[in-house]
């Protein structure tokens, strides 16, 4: 099933979804759009309709009307409703080709790596052709520069896998809590299974996005088409392009981190620090990650319609500062591009993202340590239906079970 084209466009400016390196799906390129087929040699003298001289005799030519000889005697009179319009078509394309190439420099401005070239045996093979899955890493480090395609200085805090169904017109968020306890291959290339159980986060950690890549792919059976981590430290420069994010605080709290700001139950207008510093927060809450994880998916969900809002698209500059903080925020695999995500997705809102957590039996102590177990009969039913494009379906038959999309 192909994406349906935006509105205005049509099939032929508009192509399906193609397949990118390696079997993975690539977002749908806009290509074509605009482009006036030149005319053949000997075909230039095509009538482009009343008003416009072309040769002699025709309309508009010597001998037509308004020149010299015209029986009637009398001169046309300039259509300015066309010219009007030949001007705003030529102020579009200009202006488009700008905007264009302006968001192609940021394109190309994005960290680059390529998590997949390790993963070879075991892989799940791509069954649905328009739909894809991209893992949200959620990482911070003291060192801004460190690489996270490989063991470092980075830890994960928010591990995510949406799924955006074939229509593209919805997405499903998948929120795997960091405490997961999972088997972690000893490598990215080792088979599934291979490796000790840890907590699902340790595989940034080891083995950056890579390894970290192939756990999730070994845990869900969920094959994985692209990668963007997300350095949280940089969202605040992206929260504060937008001028800050209204966000639900459920509890009153003090922080844990200097300078131990005071967050009171209600709405709150937050700038990027205090809204990063709400996300981290989890010690004060009897749910402890989970809340946190509920509180990274508010936020994600603000941002979202905070940068879709009107006052940011009709902001020029608000706009070229948000844009230029998420380009500095993230790190994406050699083959998304972001100028067509932008396209493809423009429509997307907050009402569109459906947020589930990985289903799970909560918080247990195994060999001394603090984890969290899976649902395995649940989980394996949901990855399955992400795996088969019927997403909508599960969290249907999720919600009339009683269960809910929320797991814990």
């Not at 025709?58 to 009398?74: E, F, K, S, V």
């Not at 790596?113 to 990482?139: E, H, M, Q, W």
């Not at 019927?390 to 797991?407: F, L, Y």
Request: positive net charge; proline residues 7%.
């Amino acid at each position: 099933m192909s994406a349906n084209p935006p509105a205005g466009w049509s099939g032929d400016d508009y192509p399906p979804p193609s397949r990118g390196v390696a079997g993975r799906s690539t977002v749908p390129v806009a290509a074509g759009r605009g482009r006036i087929p030149r005319p053949a040699s000997g075909d230039r003298d095509v009538d482009p309709g009343p008003g416009y001289g072309h040769g002699r005799g025709g309309p508009g030519g010597p001998g037509g009307p308004g020149w010299p000889g015209d029986p009637a005697g009398r001169r046309r009179r300039p259509r300015w409703g066309r010219i009007a319009l030949v001007a705003v078509l030529v102020l579009a394309l200009v202006t488009g080709l700008g905007v264009w190439l302006y968001a192609r420099n940021l394109d190309s401005d994005v960290k680059r790596v390529d998590p997949f070239s390790a993963i070879t045996a075991g892989r799940p093979a791509k069954t649905v052709s328009g739909a894809f899955n991209i893992l949200l890493v959620g990482s911070d480090s003291r060192d801004p520069d460190a690489p996270v395609d490989g063991a470092g200085k980075w830890r994960s805090d928010t591990i995510i896998l949406m799924h955006v169904p074939a229509s593209h017109d919805k997405a499903y968020l998948v929120s795997i809590p960091r405490d997961l306890y999972v088997p972690i291959p000893q490598n990215a290339s080792a088979d599934c299974g291979t490796g000790q159980r840890e907590k699902i986060n340790a595989a940034f950690a080891f083995g950056g996005l890579p390894l970290a890549v192939r756990t999730v792919e070994c845990v869900t059976d969920v094959r994985i088409d692209h990668v963007m981590a997300i350095d949280f430290a940089g969202f605040k420069e992206v929260t504060d392009a937008l001028g800050g994010v209204d966000l639900k605080v459920d509890q009153s709290i003090t922080s844990i981190h200097k300078p131990y700001r005071k967050f009171t139950k209600g709405m709150m207008h937050m700038d990027g620090a205090t809204a990063l510093d709400w996300v981290r927060q989890r010690k004060q809450f009897a749910q402890g990650d989970f809340a946190r994880v509920r509180h990274q998916q508010e936020f994600l969900r603000a941002l979202m319609d905070k940068a879709a809002s009107t006052g940011t698209l009709a902001n020029p500059a608000k706009l070229t500062a948000f844009l230029n903080s998420v380009t500095k925020a993230v790190t994406v695999d050699k083959d998304l591009s972001l100028v067509d995500m932008g396209v493809q997705f423009r429509n997307l809102r907050g009402n569109n993202l459906t947020f589930i957590t990985s289903p799970n039996l909560g918080g247990q102590t195994i060999n001394g340590e603090s984890v969290v177990v899976s649902d395995k009969p649940r989980a394996l039913a949901m990855y399955q239906a992400m795996a088969a494009d019927r997403m909508e379906q599960w969290v249907s038959a999720d919600k009339q079970s009683g269960t809910g999309t929320n797991g814990g």
